[in-house]
Protein backbone atom coordinates (compact mmCIF):
# COMPACT_ATOMS: atom_id res chain seq x y z
CA UNK A 1 0.00 0.00 0.00
CA UNK A 2 3.16 2.29 0.71
CA UNK A 3 4.63 1.87 -2.45
CA UNK A 4 1.23 2.12 -4.55
CA UNK A 5 0.84 5.63 -3.02
CA UNK A 6 4.68 6.78 -3.44
CA UNK A 7 4.14 5.95 -7.21
CA UNK A 8 0.95 7.88 -7.51
CA UNK A 9 2.69 11.08 -5.64
CA UNK A 10 5.29 10.53 -7.97
CA UNK A 11 3.57 10.14 -11.17
CA UNK A 12 1.37 13.24 -9.58
CA UNK A 13 4.41 15.33 -9.49
CA UNK A 14 5.45 14.58 -13.05
CA UNK A 15 2.25 15.24 -14.12
CA UNK A 16 2.38 18.93 -12.28
CA UNK A 17 5.65 19.62 -13.91
CA UNK A 18 5.02 18.82 -17.64
CA UNK A 19 1.84 20.62 -17.83
CA UNK A 20 3.67 24.11 -15.97
CA UNK A 21 6.25 23.47 -18.39
CA UNK A 22 3.89 23.10 -21.40
CA UNK A 23 1.50 26.10 -20.37
CA UNK A 24 4.91 27.91 -20.57
CA UNK A 25 4.35 30.29 -24.21
CA UNK A 26 7.13 29.26 -27.07
CA UNK A 27 7.56 32.65 -27.32
CA UNK A 28 7.25 36.28 -26.22
CA UNK A 29 5.80 39.03 -28.26
CA UNK A 30 7.63 42.41 -27.71
CA UNK A 31 7.05 45.62 -29.25
CA UNK A 32 9.48 48.78 -29.58
CA UNK A 33 9.95 51.79 -31.72
CA UNK A 34 13.23 51.45 -33.66
CA UNK A 35 16.25 52.78 -32.11
CA UNK A 36 19.90 53.21 -33.77
CA UNK A 37 22.40 50.29 -32.13
CA UNK A 38 18.82 49.59 -29.85
CA UNK A 39 15.80 47.85 -31.27
CA UNK A 40 16.47 48.05 -35.08
CA UNK A 41 13.69 46.84 -37.29
CA UNK A 42 15.60 43.78 -38.44
CA UNK A 43 16.39 42.43 -34.83
CA UNK A 44 19.78 43.33 -34.27
CA UNK A 45 20.90 46.27 -31.37
CA UNK A 46 21.71 46.08 -27.70
CA UNK A 47 18.37 45.24 -26.54
CA UNK A 48 17.26 42.77 -28.69
CA UNK A 49 20.52 41.09 -27.96
CA UNK A 50 20.01 41.41 -24.02
CA UNK A 51 16.82 39.80 -24.50
CA UNK A 52 17.53 36.76 -26.16
CA UNK A 53 20.36 36.03 -23.86
CA UNK A 54 17.29 36.44 -20.94
CA UNK A 55 14.47 34.16 -23.16
CA UNK A 56 15.74 32.04 -26.05
CA UNK A 57 18.04 29.83 -23.66
CA UNK A 58 15.12 28.69 -22.13
CA UNK A 59 13.61 27.84 -25.97
CA UNK A 60 11.16 30.91 -25.66
CA UNK A 61 11.63 33.13 -28.96
CA UNK A 62 11.57 36.82 -29.68
CA UNK A 63 8.95 37.82 -31.99
CA UNK A 64 9.67 41.80 -32.17
CA UNK A 65 7.14 44.17 -33.36
CA UNK A 66 8.66 47.73 -34.85
CA UNK A 67 5.75 50.19 -33.67
CA UNK A 68 5.96 54.14 -32.61
CA UNK A 69 6.13 54.01 -28.97
CA UNK A 70 2.58 55.08 -27.87
CA UNK A 71 1.54 52.18 -30.10
CA UNK A 72 3.51 49.75 -28.14
CA UNK A 73 2.04 50.51 -24.90
CA UNK A 74 -1.34 50.41 -26.52
CA UNK A 75 -0.48 46.48 -27.94
CA UNK A 76 0.51 45.57 -24.15
CA UNK A 77 -2.79 46.82 -23.01
CA UNK A 78 -4.89 44.90 -25.02
CA UNK A 79 -2.95 41.58 -24.94
CA UNK A 80 -1.81 41.88 -28.69
CA UNK A 81 2.14 42.05 -27.35
CA UNK A 82 3.72 40.68 -24.10
CA UNK A 83 5.99 43.77 -22.95
CA UNK A 84 7.01 46.54 -24.81
CA UNK A 85 10.40 47.86 -24.66
CA UNK A 86 11.79 51.12 -23.17
CA UNK A 87 9.09 52.21 -20.02
CA UNK A 88 10.38 54.18 -17.28
CA UNK A 89 9.39 52.78 -13.83
CA UNK A 90 5.45 52.66 -13.18
CA UNK A 91 5.35 55.14 -16.52
CA UNK A 92 2.23 53.61 -17.14
CA UNK A 93 -0.89 52.53 -14.30
CA UNK A 94 -3.41 50.73 -16.66
CA UNK A 95 -3.13 47.44 -18.03
CA UNK A 96 0.61 46.88 -17.22
CA UNK A 97 3.17 45.16 -14.57
CA UNK A 98 6.35 45.87 -14.17
CA UNK A 99 9.65 43.65 -12.94
CA UNK A 100 11.88 43.93 -10.60
CA UNK A 101 14.63 44.29 -12.58
CA UNK A 102 15.57 47.35 -15.27
CA UNK A 103 17.59 46.02 -18.57
CA UNK A 104 19.39 49.24 -18.79
CA UNK A 105 19.57 52.88 -18.28
CA UNK A 106 18.47 56.22 -20.43
CA UNK A 107 20.79 59.24 -20.16
CA UNK A 108 18.51 62.00 -19.96
CA UNK A 109 19.79 64.94 -21.84
CA UNK A 110 18.12 68.50 -22.73
CA UNK A 111 18.86 70.12 -26.11
CA UNK A 112 19.30 74.09 -26.26
CA UNK A 113 20.36 77.09 -28.13
CA UNK A 114 23.63 78.05 -27.06
CA UNK A 115 22.61 81.91 -25.66
CA UNK A 116 20.48 79.75 -23.17
CA UNK A 117 21.88 79.18 -19.75
CA UNK A 118 23.15 75.70 -18.87
CA UNK A 119 20.52 73.88 -17.52
CA UNK A 120 20.68 71.89 -14.03
CA UNK A 121 18.18 69.41 -12.74
CA UNK A 122 17.49 71.30 -10.38
CA UNK A 123 16.70 74.60 -12.45
CA UNK A 124 14.32 72.99 -14.87
CA UNK A 125 11.31 74.99 -13.48
CA UNK A 126 12.26 77.75 -15.22
CA UNK A 127 12.59 76.72 -18.51
CA UNK A 128 10.00 76.16 -21.03
CA UNK A 129 10.54 72.41 -22.15
CA UNK A 130 9.26 70.19 -24.86
CA UNK A 131 9.27 66.30 -25.59
CA UNK A 132 7.84 63.76 -27.73
CA UNK A 133 4.50 62.65 -26.32
CA UNK A 134 4.31 59.57 -24.33
CA UNK A 135 7.69 59.39 -22.49
CA UNK A 136 5.99 61.29 -19.51
CA UNK A 137 9.05 62.79 -18.04
CA UNK A 138 7.29 64.92 -16.10
CA UNK A 139 6.81 62.06 -13.49
CA UNK A 140 10.53 61.84 -13.36
CA UNK A 141 11.97 64.75 -13.08
CA UNK A 142 11.71 67.82 -10.50
CA UNK A 143 9.55 70.33 -10.24
CA UNK A 144 8.48 70.74 -14.15
CA UNK A 145 5.62 73.48 -14.36
CA UNK A 146 6.34 74.54 -18.23
CA UNK A 147 6.31 71.69 -20.89
CA UNK A 148 4.42 70.71 -23.64
CA UNK A 149 4.19 67.26 -25.79
CA UNK A 150 4.88 67.04 -29.43
CA UNK A 151 3.90 64.13 -31.92
CA UNK A 152 7.03 64.20 -33.92
CA UNK A 153 10.67 64.93 -33.10
CA UNK A 154 11.10 66.53 -36.69
CA UNK A 155 9.85 70.21 -35.57
CA UNK A 156 12.14 70.54 -32.19
CA UNK A 157 15.32 72.74 -33.89
CA UNK A 158 12.12 74.99 -35.23
CA UNK A 159 10.63 75.44 -31.64
CA UNK A 160 14.26 76.33 -30.31
CA UNK A 161 14.95 78.73 -33.03
CA UNK A 162 12.00 80.39 -32.44
CA UNK A 163 11.48 80.64 -28.90
CA UNK A 164 8.87 78.69 -28.87
CA UNK A 165 10.65 76.32 -25.87
CA UNK A 166 14.02 76.56 -24.63
CA UNK A 167 15.16 72.83 -23.89
CA UNK A 168 14.16 69.61 -25.78
CA UNK A 169 14.59 66.54 -23.21
CA UNK A 170 14.86 63.19 -24.62
CA UNK A 171 17.54 60.23 -23.99
CA UNK A 172 20.50 61.34 -25.54
CA UNK A 173 20.90 59.03 -28.06
CA UNK A 174 17.70 60.78 -29.56
CA UNK A 175 19.32 64.63 -28.51
CA UNK A 176 21.72 63.47 -30.95
CA UNK A 177 19.81 62.35 -33.87
CA UNK A 178 17.78 65.44 -33.10
CA UNK A 179 21.57 67.81 -33.57
CA UNK A 180 22.49 65.76 -36.13
CA UNK A 181 19.83 67.25 -38.65
CA UNK A 182 21.17 70.60 -37.99
CA UNK A 183 22.18 73.45 -40.36
CA UNK A 184 24.88 74.55 -37.82
CA UNK A 185 25.03 71.97 -34.69
CA UNK A 186 27.08 74.56 -33.37
CA UNK A 187 24.53 76.62 -32.51
CA UNK A 188 23.42 74.20 -30.00
CA UNK A 189 24.47 72.88 -26.13
CA UNK A 190 23.48 69.24 -24.91
CA UNK A 191 23.34 69.09 -21.38
CA UNK A 192 22.68 65.64 -19.52
CA UNK A 193 21.05 65.83 -16.85
CA UNK A 194 20.12 62.33 -15.27
CA UNK A 195 19.92 58.93 -15.72
CA UNK A 196 16.53 56.78 -15.53
CA UNK A 197 16.37 53.06 -15.12
CA UNK A 198 14.40 51.48 -17.89
CA UNK A 199 11.92 48.64 -18.18
CA UNK A 200 10.03 45.78 -20.15
CA UNK A 201 6.40 47.10 -19.76
CA UNK A 202 4.33 43.29 -19.06
CA UNK A 203 0.70 42.45 -20.01
CA UNK A 204 -0.80 42.60 -16.89
CA UNK A 205 -2.79 38.99 -17.69
CA UNK A 206 -1.85 35.56 -16.64
CA UNK A 207 0.62 35.06 -19.69
CA UNK A 208 2.23 38.44 -18.98
CA UNK A 209 2.66 37.73 -15.61
CA UNK A 210 4.34 34.12 -15.97
CA UNK A 211 6.94 35.60 -18.42
CA UNK A 212 7.55 38.59 -16.16
CA UNK A 213 8.49 36.30 -13.52
CA UNK A 214 10.50 34.02 -15.48
CA UNK A 215 12.00 37.83 -16.62
CA UNK A 216 13.16 38.91 -13.34
CA UNK A 217 14.21 34.88 -12.32
CA UNK A 218 16.39 35.35 -15.37
CA UNK A 219 18.03 38.61 -14.79
CA UNK A 220 18.99 37.57 -11.08
CA UNK A 221 21.27 34.71 -12.92
CA UNK A 222 22.31 36.61 -15.92
CA UNK A 223 23.76 40.11 -13.25
CA UNK A 224 24.93 37.57 -10.91
CA UNK A 225 27.13 35.72 -13.26
CA UNK A 226 28.04 39.12 -15.23
CA UNK A 227 26.44 37.55 -18.30
CA UNK A 228 25.13 40.13 -20.08
CA UNK A 229 28.61 42.55 -19.61
CA UNK A 230 29.93 41.54 -23.03
CA UNK A 231 26.91 42.97 -24.72
CA UNK A 232 27.11 46.24 -23.10
CA UNK A 233 31.09 46.58 -24.30
CA UNK A 234 30.19 45.11 -27.49
CA UNK A 235 27.26 48.03 -28.08
CA UNK A 236 30.19 50.34 -26.54
CA UNK A 237 27.32 51.21 -24.15
CA UNK A 238 27.68 52.00 -20.23
CA UNK A 239 26.90 49.10 -17.99
CA UNK A 240 23.93 49.57 -16.02
CA UNK A 241 24.34 47.41 -13.21
CA UNK A 242 27.22 48.28 -11.38
Request: hydrophobic share 40%.
Amino acid sequence: MVVWWRVLLLALLVGNTAQAESAMPKEVRLASEVWADYTHADGSGLAWDLLREVFEPLDIKLEMQSVPYTRAIGLVQRGEADAWVGSYLNEIESGVRYPRWHYDADQISALGLLDKPTPRLDSLEDYRLVWVRGYAYQRYLPNLKRYQEVQRRSGILGMLNHDHADFYIDARTEVDDVLETAADPSRYRITDLTRLPLYLGFADTPRGQKLMELYDRRMDELVARGSLRPLFVQWQQPYPFD
